[in-house]
């Protein structure tokens, strides 16, 4: 099979969950999503990711985002985990994992997404099997692919970059727009260069033209 990438369609599958079976594309429905992976159930990094998605649940819930994670355990684990990660993660705020988590014992959801760790040899279960690596993909609404990250099982994912991307995706898709280095929501953003100057006095009044012709850059909100 060959690599996903961006623009492609997220391939669709059916999986037992912490929440109930579900259909992927089915379980997105009308709204955004994001699905990350994790190496195995009851590893340091991992629980300290889980705890934080779970926190900034209405960060999520505001951008119209669902997020479903994967790792590479059955369901009973995935079960006896999430009372772990609510435990540790209470001490930073309240902490309740209402999303699901894929079971994914097999590989086979981690092999359809291409997420198995072949960079680090030491990264098995006791069958041998690869473990999944860090790996996220948010996917919009149509189920196309639009973004991908891939960590190494041993660096902790910054949720504040993927949440950024997604202001970037969401603001770009409702307007003519690309955002710069660094941006945050709230910040200028950048004229697509598909807009011509005429037209982007008419639809960024606020529109700065700068000395390089093919940079101009405007406030924006919405």
């Avoid at 579900?22 to 340091?44: E, M, N, R, V, Y």
């Avoid at 008419?202 to 000395?211: A, D, R, S």
């Amino acid at each position: 099979m060959p690599s996903l990438r961006l623009g492609n369609i997220a391939p669709d599958f059916e999986a037992e969950t912490t929440a109930g079976k579900i259909k992927f594309h089915d379980w997105i429905g009308d709204s955004w999503a994001i699905l990350f992976s994790h190496p195995g159930d009851f590893t340091p990094v991992c629980t300290t990711e889980l705890g934080e998605v779970a926190r900034r649940a209405d960060d999520f819930a505001k951008r119209n985002v669902k997020v479903i994670g994967i790792s590479a355990n059955g369901l009973s684990d995935h079960e006896k985990w999430v009372e772990d990660i609510e435990e540790f993660g209470a001490r930073y705020g309240p902490t309740n994992v209402k999303f699901p988590i894929i079971a994914d014992e097999d590989r086979k959801i981690s092999v359809l997404y291409d997420m198995l760790d072949e960079q680090d040899a030491t990264n098995r279960d006791g069958k041998g099997l690869p473990f999944t690596i860090r790996t996220v993909f948010v996917i919009d609404p149509k189920k196309v692919i639009r973004l991908m990250i891939a960590y190494p099982a041993s660096t902790g994912r910054n949720f504040d970059e993927v949440l950024r991307v997604v202001d970037s995706l969401q603001l770009g898709d409702k307007h003519r727009i690309t955002t710069p280095v660094n941006w945050s929501k709230g910040e200028d953003v950048i004229v697509h260069p598909t807009v011509n100057n005429d037209e982007a006095k008419v639809l960024f009044p606020e529109v700065t033209f700068h000395k390089q012709p093919y940079l101009r850059t405007t406030p924006l909100s919405g």
